[in-house]
């Protein structure tokens, strides 16, 4: 098609949730305030690490990495998603749809890249306990979480230009409140073959591969777990890690269902819950998820409030 025929649509109408005014005051009270809790949540992670010295370990820099990701994933949907349920901002540019799709998709990538390393901090953590400490040096920490941020981007690079490259003649409205690959192939009236290979290429590679590495991780540390000879010790054990296999559970679950499948294309309707669920519903969980079970995030947060009402109070430490 030539350039004028790709350009012939510059913005699309986002749908959104269709019904009653009260119907979507009511969904936009409900996103705003999981919005509002999602990002206080992961924040007070980031600072409560940030200031608990016995929190400075890889499995809480990790854990501040994806509450930062989880921070930017959900700041990516809800706005734009709110002002598209009250009729105020129902339009978005091309280019601009693209650019959320990047954003959204590089980041999903990157946080299945991070609950990856993840799950192999937890296996050398519990399986290779003497070690640890050299395994997992601080330099590596770094160079794993590094690597799962740049690998996230550089995935969808390429799906990202292929989807730019596809003609948009009309209809100009899409069914969802964000901008997704199933929508954009739903519109297309090109070849959208491409577009779907390099999807579910991209999906088996980023999603597939780190779900494998997170099951072997899991695999050994389950085994390790149950040769635990201390009942105490097998529950500590895991305790520590059924907060991240809760969310590893979700995560993947709800991802592969919306990637991992050889034509691109799904019912939108149901599209729409599933990503409802991955943008807004798990980033809001994972705070709660990371830090309901785990004493030492309970130890840390204790004695940070015990120094707060002592500060207050005037007493000197």
Sequence with gaps: ?????????????LLGFPGTWQFRVSFVVVFALMYTLTV???????????????????????LC??????????????????????????????????????????????????LSVM????????????RYSSLMSSVLSVRLALSSWLGGFLAISVLAFLTS???FCGPDVINH?????????????????PVELATFLVSIIVVVASCVVTLVSYMYIISSILRIQSGHGRKKAFSTCS????????????????????????????NKIVNTF????????????????????????????????VSSLGIGM
Excluded at 1 to 13: G, L, P, Q, Y
Excluded at 251 to 265: C, D, E, H, I, N
Aim: charged share 15%; aromatic share 12%.
């Design 177 to 193: 409140f964000l901008c997704d690959i199933d929508s954009c192939l739903a519109l297309s009236c090109s070849d959208t073959w």
């Design 165 to 167: 490259r596809l003609t």
């Design 243 to 270: 907060a991240h296999l809760s969310v590893v559970t979700i995560w993947y679950g709800s991802t592969m269902f919306l990637y991992v499948k050889p034509s691109a294309q799904n019912s939108l309707d149901v």
């Design 278 to 309: 991955n943008t807004v519903v798990t980033p809001l969980l994972n705070p709660f998820i990371y830090t309901l079970r785990n004493k030492e995030v309970k130890l840390a947060l204790g004695r940070r409030e015990f120094i707060s009402l």
């Design 1 to 13: 098609m030539d350039m004028a025929n790709r350009t012939s649509v510059k913005e699309f109408i």
């Design 65 to 114: 990495n994806l509450s930062f990701l989880e921070i930017w994933y959900t700041t990516g949907v809800v706005p734009k998603a709110i002002g598209v349920m009250l009729g105020t901002s129902q339009t978005i540019s091309f280019s601009v749809c693209i650019l959320q799709l990047f954003f959204l998709l590089s980041l999903g990538s990157a946080e299945c890249f991070l």
């Design 40 to 62: 206080i949540g992961n924040a007070s992670i980031i600072a409560l690490v940030w200031r608990s010295s016995n929190l400075h370990t890889p499995m809480y820099f990790f």
């Design 119 to 130: 799950a192999y901090d937890r296996y050398l953590a519990i399986c290779c306990p003497l």
